[in-house]
């Protein structure tokens, strides 16, 4: 940050820098907050440079002294500051999942000095990525955690990047099958790629949930046993407070999930460890099942939308299954899939009313 206190000098003379020479050299002498600077300017001594000196050099220090500019740093460029953060998120299990995020917002600003970034350079950086806002959060918080730095190295005196808000994205409509196209999916899928779809489609775990089962997992009584989520080689515990739990599943897959664990992994799926390694697999069961091609994430939501359609189970219940944070989260997500034209209540239906009781006009007020 930039200094704030009161510049003074020797004696009271406010800005007043001196020259004297030392071995042949002039050097230059001023105070700054009471204490004395001597600084060389790398000059000789001779007339000419004295000149100098006198008419540009000192009176261009006494300037900076008097409006507080010899005290700012000289700006560093965005990389530099980007390069500190990188080191600071490596200790971090997270690191590998995000750097590449990282290092896109790193080369975008390369070159430039910090203090030269604007507000509206980081927004327009921002709006032009082609993704949902909510995934433009990372690239902001890595932005504005940099530009912190900077803050605290004192070259800048405030984050632009603080309170940068961007549109809301657009609800999208919820993809999901029918129980006649999972019927379609599950009869062309062969191998690994049947298992995982009919642990997905009977579960809606996450797809880094899957990936992370082990066999010891996966109980002959009936539930899967979630522990961990596998993504890209990282191990982690989950989304949210409530994603280590417990699903029910049908117990007559058992011997085909069985049929996949390989020997020398203990993984189920073995080093399958991100959805990018079932994209063609995917895309061919898609295709020969005829149905469209969806994303593979479509699996939760054809899961969770058929337990609310069927009234299987309720909202909290479902909640609960899915690892969501809160029941709120849940409906958020799933409030357009539930068609309250369906609901009979009955025509004889009253919730406070006594059809028996006959109203007097004395009780109308």
Not at 32 to 60: C, F, H, M, W, Y
Not at 118 to 127: E, F, H, Q, V
Not at 200 to 210: H, K, Q, V
Request: charged share 25%.
């Amino acid at each position: 940050m930039i200094h704030s206190k009161v510049v003074t000098t020797k004696k009271g003379n406010k800005g007043m820098t001196k020259h004297y020479i030392r071995g042949n050299i002039i050097w230059l002498s001023y105070y700054v907050d009471g204490k004395r600077i001597q600084k060389s300017t790398k000059l000789k001594n001779t007339p000419e440079n004295i000149k100098v000196v006198k008419s540009k050099i000192i009176p261009a220090l006494d300037i900076k002294i008097a409006t507080g500019d010899i005290y700012k740093k000289k700006p560093k460029t965005f990389e530099y500051y980007g390069n500190i953060y990188l080191k600071e998120k490596d200790k971090y299990k997270s690191f590998l999942l995000k750097k590449g995020y990282y290092e896109t917002v790193i080369d975008f600003f390369r070159g430039q000095n910090i203090d030269s970034i604007t507000r509206l350079d980081i927004k327009r950086y921002l709006i032009s990525l082609n993704i949902k806002t909510i995934s433009k959060n990372v690239y902001k918080s890595c932005i504005k955690e940099i530009f912190e730095f900077a803050v605290d190295d004192g070259v800048i005196a405030h984050n632009p990047a603080l309170g940068i808000r961007l549109p809301p994205d657009t609800k999208e409509d919820v993809q999901y099958y029918s129980k006649k196209e999972v019927s379609k999916l599950l009869s062309v899928a062969h191998g690994i790629m049947k298992v995982y779809l009919l642990i997905a489609f009977n579960t809606g775990m996450r797809i880094g949930e899957i990936l992370g089962l082990q066999l010891s997992d996966i109980k002959e009584d009936g539930y899967i046993h979630i522990k961990r989520t596998r993504t890209k080689g990282m191990i982690g515990t989950g989304k949210t407070n409530n994603a280590i739990r417990k699903v029910p599943y049908p117990i007559s897959i058992y011997d085909d999930i069985k049929k996949i664990q390989p020997k020398d992994n203990i993984f189920l799926f073995g080093n399958i460890d991100d959805a990018m390694l079932l994209r063609s697999q995917w895309k061919k069961v898609c295709l020969d099942a005829g149905v469209p091609k969806y994303k593979l994430y479509s699996t939760r939501h054809t899961y969770a939308t058929h337990m609310l359609q069927k009234n299987i189970i309720s909202i909290n219940e479902l909640s609960g299954l899915l690892g969501h944070s809160s029941p709120k989260v849940t409906l958020e997500h799933y409030s357009s899939v539930i068609d309250t034209k369906d609901i009979n209540l009955g025509a004889n239906f009253s919730l406070f009313c006594d059809t028996t009781v006959t109203v007097k006009n004395e009780d109308i007020v």
